[in-house]
């Protein structure tokens, strides 16, 4: 049949399957990339993956038929129909129907026990009133269901990774880890994980953001205002046509959609559009003062080639925990490395295929959401050094445990100059390399969140650059995919090097931007 799949996974079948696996968050990170890229190339599967998120929620309401509900009820869509296998696959990946799901024959079989029924958090409360939902705190999962607020703001956050600010008063209603539905009132949303990786839907249109933040108002009758703040947005509408046409919005941009199905840009935004998601934690990270938790500089002066207990918040000495092909390290004056005030000094060499380890003072616990940086400084000490298939080597900080050596959570840059960031879950590489050749001075962030994974941030500056004072609004590389989260605290920093040498001339973990590119500023 011409609508099935081909044998190289690809084909109309295969698209429905995939994107209804992004909705649900279950792509790898290349099957996403691959998605983006077949999003950008085609409009026809532009227009496949707005079929496939409309007959998500078309399903979902269709389960939930029956059920009363307080508000208006939108005028009946017309939707293209879909197979039952198709819709048994939208109704599972949207959480809302677990007796059963299709195996690969297209069969029923049953679904897999502690399957997930919620897909969101309320990750804060500002003077919230909710009408009938009683108590709701923070950190409260949110599953299917319709949300009204009466007054204050509240802060979600979608398991596919978008930030949402709520409004009062306002009807709304999670539909899945990267849908939603604004029945009334006002939202912002803010999105940096990508193309089409989160949707709203208004009784107007269907918005797909394309990595970005954007403002939402519902009024009463259905009438939509829709403003981008960062980034652009694709709106199609309007929903009751089968064939919506489609609008793009960049920064800046605000469109009024009606329910007759009318739009028309504005000048400007009529609406106040509520931009911070941050939560109680955050704040408190923000109130805390800068700290330094550890820090080595290498200075020009040693007292000796052996006495490695150099620096602050560290339990002992640096020591070797693999032996390279060449023995054990050393801090040698080589070649001098140039740090980032254009003075010159020592490194701390490591030798091809070595690891040095260096015990912290204070643990971090990774199974407590928290917010660290780590700051490195690193140079390759034969740049031209390849080996048989012409690759350089590749550097890398790492935090690890002590009694657990399959634990590690690593930050680098490869032999071609590209960032990547390792943990037991494997490795994600940036998609372009970084500028510049070094010596580098390298910031990795590091959120850990127990819940929906850690995540890395990483930029990187040459002896020239000046190292910005506050922390950048855009990294240079951020991981995509939520890291696998650990569960025995990170008590060592590793130093590895495979391939060829690389020195470092500083290595520092902080609680802020400050704290490791200005340590000497911040208070012991």
């Not at 602050?312 to 390279?324: F, I, M, P, V």
Request: with cysteine; proline share 7%.
């Amino acid at each position: 049949m011409k609508n099935e799949s081909r044998e190289d996974g690809t084909g109309p079948d295969a698209d429905w399957e995939r994107m209804h696996r992004h909705l649900l968050g279950d792509l790898t990170p290349d099957e996403f990339h691959r998605l983006e890229n077949d999003l950008l190339a085609s409009r026809q599967t532009r227009d496949r993956y707005l079929q496939v998120v409309r007959t998500d929620v078309a399903l979902r309401e269709e389960s939930l038929r029956g059920i009363d509900s307080p508000l208006p009820q939108a005028p009946p869509r017309r939707w293209r129909a879909a197979s039952a296998a198709v819709a048994v696959l939208a109704l599972a990946s949207l959480g809302i129907w677990h007796a059963s799901r299709p195996d690969r024959s297209g069969t029923l079989a049953a679904a897999p026990p502690g399957a997930a029924k919620d897909f969101a958090t309320l990750l804060d409360t500002r003077d919230c009133h909710w009408k009938g939902a009683g108590a709701m705190k923070p950190d409260q999962r949110l599953s299917s269901g319709i949300l009204e607020l009466e007054s204050g703001v509240a802060i979600i956050e979608f398991d596919g990774g978008a930030r949402l600010a709520l409004q009062g008063p306002a009807a709304f209603e999670p539909l899945g880890p990267k849908a939603a539905r604004l029945h009334r009132g006002n939202a912002t949303v803010r999105c940096d994980d990508g193309l089409y990786s989160f949707s709203l839907l208004t009784p107007t249109s269907t918005i797909m953001d394309l990595g970005t933040e954007f403002g939402v108002s519902v009024e009463a009758d259905g009438a939509s205002e829709v403003h981008v703040l960062e980034g652009e947005i694709e709106i199609a509408e309007p929903v009751g046509m089968e064939h919506p046409g489609t609008i793009f919005l960049a920064a800046g941009q605000t469109v009024l959609l009606t329910p007759d199905g009318n739009s028309r840009q504005l000048e400007a935004s009529t609406k106040t559009w509520m931009r911070d998601y941050k939560t109680p934690a955050d704040r408190e990270i923000l109130a805390t003062p800068p700290r330094v938790l550890a820090r080595d500089v290498f200075p020009a002066d040693l007292n000796g080639e052996k006495r490695f207990s150099l620096g602050t918040g560290w339990k002992g000495a640096w020591w070797q925990s693999t032996r390279g092909p060449k023995g054990d390290h050393r801090f040698v004056p080589l070649e001098p490395l140039v740090k980032r005030d254009g003075k010159t000094g020592m490194a701390l060499l490591v030798g091809g295929g070595v690891e040095l380890r260096r015990s912290l003072a204070e643990a971090i616990d990774p199974t407590q959401p928290g917010t660290f940086y780590l700051g490195f400084s690193l140079h390759r000490v034969n740049p031209a050094l390849r080996d048989k298939s012409g690759k350089l080597g590749e550097a890398t900080v790492m935090l690890r445990n002590s009694k657990d050596p399959t634990s590690r959570l690593g930050m680098g840059l490869s032999g071609r100059n590209y960032w990547v960031v390792t943990e037991p879950g494997g490795w994600e590489r940036s998609e372009l390399p970084a500028e510049g050749s070094g010596p580098y001075f390298v910031v990795a962030k590091i959120e850990f969140d127990p819940r929906r994974g850690n995540r890395v941030s990483m930029a990187g500056f040459t002896d020239i650059a000046a190292v910005p004072s506050a922390e950048p609004a855009q990294w240079d590389f951020t991981t995509r995919r939520q890291l696998a989260g650990g569960s025995v605290p990170f008590d060592v920093i590793a130093v590895q090097a495979r391939i060829s040498a690389f020195k470092f001339g500083e290595i520092a973990l902080g609680n802020s931007w400050q704290a490791v590119v200005n340590a000497s500023s911040v208070a012991p």
